[in-house]
């Protein structure tokens, strides 16, 4: 086997070599251990003077670090051997001396990487066959897997960084390793958003929630999401603990549609108005011991009072996002660059991106936890437009650091964890950086996604008339089978759990014929689908019935208009004839209407 790479430094070594530095104990703060990297790069690049910039680009070609230049001039304030003298920071090398602590660990950290690497290789290896791996590509797609929002969206390695995951949850060195990388990039988030004092939230925070959040707090999305939710809640009555509080939480009111809808849906669903082949969390936890709409309605009732009673959560109360007083901070924009880009998820993602904006006066902030105004999502495309919208303001402004506009709830969760002084202390890291349950997640939404995308494909291949309804009833029998709760996946079977290939479905196509408990959902199913479509043809021919009779109306509605027009210039013609006394020629009435 060929590991192909490039030399580069990785984040995720230098993570783990941030938290084993924390857990040394010989640290107090993080700019004491900043001064470590920074001591480093002075002694190995042989540095007499630099500058501030210079020292941010440093840390980023040797450890990858971002930091912002506040936390280095911070950090170097009072450091032995440097002294600062119009903005630069000359050396005195003799004073200078080398951490054989920091030099040991960041050694530990360089070999664990290369281990894990190498073990990583050989499992893709032994599931592909593939013996030319490029470990760069697949370096950073671990590193994504530990430390990104996104990282839930399959790229070329995801699914088997996953799955090795899951199959070594036993394995104590690998789950140690990865772990610290995750518990370092919490460290990390503190030092770059340049979080100095630490122990309560001095500023008031609005922070406005996303449906899946508020789905997760009531257990929609199973117990692991939930896990995560009670994680961020605890953060928020800490900091709520003292005399005022200075964290709010809300959602907005595109955000209630989207619920309201979302149960308008499942009380369809229950009523036998609209089919559901794939069961989806949420919604089947809010089918489940629902009869009739009402019974949903009930369960909608119950959801926003535990919202507002139980979490403390309210529905943002302002109207007028779209007045005169915030035409300049909007940010909403319709010019699409394709079709393909004109739908409701970016709409709403947009929207709400601009909401913030408007709230916050169009004034940008150097600190999450200090924007005032911010949503918490795990919805990719607001995450994604936070992104954008944050990067142009950076561009535009020439700064190297900014708030968001939104976070997801794992980064808002360690961002309080740290502000709250747990950074550098015994207490326990937020669930939410197990690497297990990060593959749990990671797995589960790409299974989700997989089956949504067989599923179209088993539908056109049914309209098509490529497959009947025996074959397109255990298919979909065999998709919903599939684990979609990040709890129920474990690694004996991860490896088939993930397989959507033809060659699977067939052969499970013959297992549900002879299974008998099989065979009679294959006989439901087939009723839905028989149901869907004749539901289907129905509106559809309900839309050509309103269509014509619109057409009609409009017939109808431009044959007077011609009536009319007709007779009026038939009079204007007859006026000019009566007070000019000559014929004027209508030929281009003729031609133009007909007469």
Not at 24 to 50: C, E, N, T, V
Not at 260 to 269: G, L, P, R
Not at 383 to 403: H, R, T
């Amino acid at each position: 086997m060929t590991l192909q790479r490039t030399n580069s430094t990785s984040i995720m070594a230098s993570f783990a070599t941030l938290k084993s530095l924390s857990d040394a104990k010989k640290y107090q703060s993080p700019y004491q251990i900043l001064r470590g990297f920074i001591r480093y790069i002075i002694l190995a690049d042989s540095l007499y003077s630099f500058s501030a910039i210079e020292m941010k680009s440093y840390l980023n070609t040797h450890f990858s670090f971002d930091i912002p230049k506040a936390a280095i001039k911070t950090a170097l304030k009072n450091m032995q051997g440097v002294t600062l003298e119009d903005g630069i920071y000359n050396i005195s090398k003799a004073e200078v001396d080398t951490d054989e602590l920091f030099e040991e660990i960041k050694k530990d950290s360089d070999e664990y990487e290369m281990r894990i690497i190498k073990r990583l290789s050989e499992y893709i290896y032994d599931r592909t066959g593939n013996n030319v791996i490029d470990e760069e590509s697949l370096l950073q797609e671990l590193i994504n897997f530990l430390v990104e929002d996104d990282s839930a969206y399959s790229t070329g390695y995801s699914n088997f960084i996953g799955e090795f995951v899951l199959k070594n949850e036993q394995d104590k060195d690998i789950q140690d390793g990865l772990n610290r990388i995750r518990e370092g990039c919490i460290l990390y988030i503190g030092i770059s958003h340049s979080i100095g004092e630490t122990g309560s939230i001095t500023k008031p925070l609005n922070l406005y929630l996303g449906t899946e959040v508020l789905f997760s707090l009531v257990g929609y999305n199973g117990e692991i999401f939930q896990q995560f939710a009670n994680d961020f809640l605890d953060q928020i009555r800490a900091a709520n603990s003292g005399t005022s509080k200075k964290i709010i939480l809300k959602y907005f009111s595109e955000i209630k549609k989207e619920i309201d809808e979302f149960f308008d849906t499942a009380s369809e669903i229950v009523e036998g108005k609209r089919q559901c082949f794939l069961n989806k969390p949420a919604m089947k936890a809010i089918m489940d011991g629902c009869r009739t709409a009402t019974d949903v309605d009930i369960k909608k009732s119950d959801f926003y009072h535990k919202l507002q009673y139980g979490f403390g959560i309210l529905e943002d109360s302002r109207e007028n996002y779209y007045s005169e007083e915030y035409f300049t901070s909007n940010l909403e924009c319709f010019d699409y660059e394709d079709e393909a880009d004109k739908n409701k998820k970016k709409e709403t993602a947009l929207k709400l991106i601009s909401h913030i904006n408007k709230l916050r006066n169009g004034n940008y902030f150097y600190n999450d936890l200090e924007s005032e105004h911010i949503i918490v999502t795990n919805t990719r495309a607001i995450l994604l437009i936070s992104k954008e919208q944050s990067n142009i303001i950076k561009a535009n402004e020439g700064i190297d650091s900014i708030c968001n506009f939104a976070v997801s709830l794992d980064r808002m969760t360690s961002l309080l964890w740290y502000k709250l002084g747990n950074g550098f202390s015994s207490v326990k890291y937020p669930t939410n950086v197990n690497a297990v349950l990060k593959a749990r997640i990671v797995l589960s939404a790409n299974i989700a996604r997989n089956a949504e995308r067989e599923f179209a494909k088993i539908k056109k291949e049914y309209a098509d008339g490529t497959i009947d309804d025996d074959q397109v009833a255990a298919r979909i029998i065999t998709l919903r089978n599939k684990p979609v709760l990040p709890e129920h996946l474990q690694g004996d079977d991860i490896d088939e759990i993930m397989d959507f290939s033809s060659e699977y479905l067939l052969r499970y196509e013959e297992q549900v014929k002879k299974d008998q408990t099989s065979l009679k959902e294959k006989e439901q199913v087939i009723n839905m689908i028989k149901a869907d479509t004749e539901r289907r043809l129905f509106e559809k021919d309900a839309v050509i019935a309103a269509q014509e009779t619109t057409i009609k109306d409009s017939s109808e509605e431009n044959a007077l208009l011609h009536e009319e027009l007709i007779s009026t210039v038939r009079k204007k013609r007859s006026r000019c004839k009566e007070r000019n006394g000559e014929e004027i020629s209508f030929a281009l009435f003729g031609v133009l209407f007909g007469n």
